[in-house]
Protein backbone atom coordinates (compact mmCIF):
# COMPACT_ATOMS: atom_id res chain seq x y z
CA UNK A 1 0.00 0.00 0.00
CA UNK A 2 1.52 3.23 -1.06
CA UNK A 3 1.65 6.33 1.24
CA UNK A 4 -1.00 7.94 -0.04
CA UNK A 5 -2.95 4.97 0.28
CA UNK A 6 -2.23 5.05 4.19
CA UNK A 7 -2.90 8.67 4.58
CA UNK A 8 -6.37 8.18 2.85
CA UNK A 9 -6.96 5.39 5.00
CA UNK A 10 -9.25 4.99 8.46
CA UNK A 11 -6.63 4.97 11.50
CA UNK A 12 -8.46 2.79 14.60
CA UNK A 13 -6.76 3.00 17.93
CA UNK A 14 -7.19 0.42 20.44
CA UNK A 15 -6.24 -0.07 23.94
CA UNK A 16 -5.85 0.81 27.53
CA UNK A 17 -4.68 3.24 30.22
CA UNK A 18 -4.06 2.53 33.59
CA UNK A 19 -4.57 5.17 36.03
CA UNK A 20 -2.96 5.43 39.46
CA UNK A 21 -5.48 5.42 42.23
CA UNK A 22 -4.13 9.11 43.52
CA UNK A 23 -4.89 10.61 39.44
CA UNK A 24 -7.98 8.80 39.32
CA UNK A 25 -10.21 11.75 40.30
CA UNK A 26 -8.71 14.50 38.01
CA UNK A 27 -9.09 11.58 35.10
CA UNK A 28 -12.49 11.26 35.77
CA UNK A 29 -13.19 14.88 36.17
CA UNK A 30 -11.18 15.59 32.89
CA UNK A 31 -12.60 12.81 30.50
CA UNK A 32 -16.02 13.93 29.99
CA UNK A 33 -14.72 17.28 28.45
CA UNK A 34 -11.82 15.40 26.78
CA UNK A 35 -14.81 13.08 25.04
CA UNK A 36 -16.97 16.13 24.02
CA UNK A 37 -14.23 18.04 22.65
CA UNK A 38 -12.49 15.13 20.46
CA UNK A 39 -15.99 14.04 19.35
CA UNK A 40 -16.71 17.22 17.81
CA UNK A 41 -13.10 16.89 15.49
CA UNK A 42 -13.32 17.02 12.03
CA UNK A 43 -12.61 13.49 10.97
CA UNK A 44 -13.26 11.75 14.66
CA UNK A 45 -15.50 8.98 13.33
CA UNK A 46 -15.76 7.14 16.83
CA UNK A 47 -14.31 7.87 20.21
CA UNK A 48 -14.79 6.05 23.26
CA UNK A 49 -13.51 5.74 26.46
CA UNK A 50 -14.71 3.44 29.18
CA UNK A 51 -13.76 2.76 32.64
CA UNK A 52 -13.61 -0.64 33.78
CA UNK A 53 -14.06 -2.30 36.71
CA UNK A 54 -11.04 -4.58 36.93
CA UNK A 55 -8.83 -3.78 36.87
CA UNK A 56 -9.12 -0.51 38.99
CA UNK A 57 -7.97 2.32 37.08
CA UNK A 58 -8.06 0.76 34.04
CA UNK A 59 -9.83 3.06 30.95
CA UNK A 60 -10.67 1.29 27.79
CA UNK A 61 -9.64 3.35 24.61
CA UNK A 62 -11.30 3.06 21.18
CA UNK A 63 -11.10 5.53 18.60
CA UNK A 64 -11.45 5.72 14.94
CA UNK A 65 -10.51 8.65 12.63
CA UNK A 66 -11.49 8.96 9.00
CA UNK A 67 -7.69 9.94 7.82
CA UNK A 68 -4.11 9.73 9.41
CA UNK A 69 -4.11 13.69 8.87
CA UNK A 70 -7.59 13.69 11.38
CA UNK A 71 -5.69 11.62 14.53
CA UNK A 72 -2.79 13.98 13.44
CA UNK A 73 -4.67 17.07 14.22
CA UNK A 74 -6.41 15.11 17.36
CA UNK A 75 -2.83 14.06 18.74
CA UNK A 76 -2.08 17.95 18.05
CA UNK A 77 -4.92 19.44 19.66
CA UNK A 78 -4.54 17.09 22.87
CA UNK A 79 -1.53 18.05 23.84
CA UNK A 80 -3.12 21.70 24.39
CA UNK A 81 -5.93 20.51 26.43
CA UNK A 82 -6.54 19.60 30.03
CA UNK A 83 -6.93 16.31 29.24
CA UNK A 84 -3.19 16.33 28.80
CA UNK A 85 -1.87 17.80 31.80
CA UNK A 86 -4.09 15.32 33.33
CA UNK A 87 -2.87 12.27 32.09
CA UNK A 88 0.99 13.58 31.64
CA UNK A 89 3.37 10.60 32.11
CA UNK A 90 0.41 7.94 32.98
CA UNK A 91 1.72 5.44 30.32
CA UNK A 92 -1.18 4.05 27.66
CA UNK A 93 -0.88 0.59 26.01
CA UNK A 94 -2.64 1.23 22.53
CA UNK A 95 -2.60 -0.29 19.14
CA UNK A 96 -2.80 1.85 16.32
CA UNK A 97 -3.51 0.38 13.01
CA UNK A 98 -4.16 2.16 9.59
CA UNK A 99 -7.32 0.58 6.70
CA UNK A 100 -8.11 1.61 3.46
CA UNK A 101 -11.77 2.49 2.96
Same mark, same amino acid.
Given at each position: ?17 ? =? ?18 ? *? ?8 ? =? =? ?9 ? =? ?14 ? *? ?24
Amino acid at each position: MSPDELAAGRVYLTGHID =VPADRLTAVRDALDEHIALT *RAEPGCLSFD =V =VEQDDPPGRFS =VAEVFENQQAFDAHQE *RTKQSAWFQVTERIPRHYTITTKAD
